[in-house]
């Protein structure tokens, strides 16, 4: 049997702000969505944080983000 029983499909990738942290060895970044302000520090070695973007599984933790794109039906 070759038939594939499961479909895999490709996960969808949503583009959004981040805040990334200067820190070489630190992987530290958040959403923005998360944060207030202008300028935050990384939860993790406390070391400032620039603004960036990032792709990332739209399936994962961003239901709020998902949610609005696919239900703006008003
Ligand atoms: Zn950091």
Avoid at 6 to 15: A, C, I, N, S, Y
């Amino acid at each position: 049997m070759s038939y594939y029983n499961k479909r895999v499909e490709p996960l969808p990738q949503e583009h959004i702000d981040t805040w990334e942290c200067t820190k070489d060895d630190c992987n530290g970044w958040m959403r923005k969505n998360f944060s207030i302000g202008e300028s935050v520090q990384c939860p993790f070695c406390n070391s400032d944080m620039k603004s960036g973007t990032r792709f990332i599984n739209g399936l994962s933790n961003t239901a709020p983000y998902t949610k609005a794109a696919s239900s703006n039906t008003k």
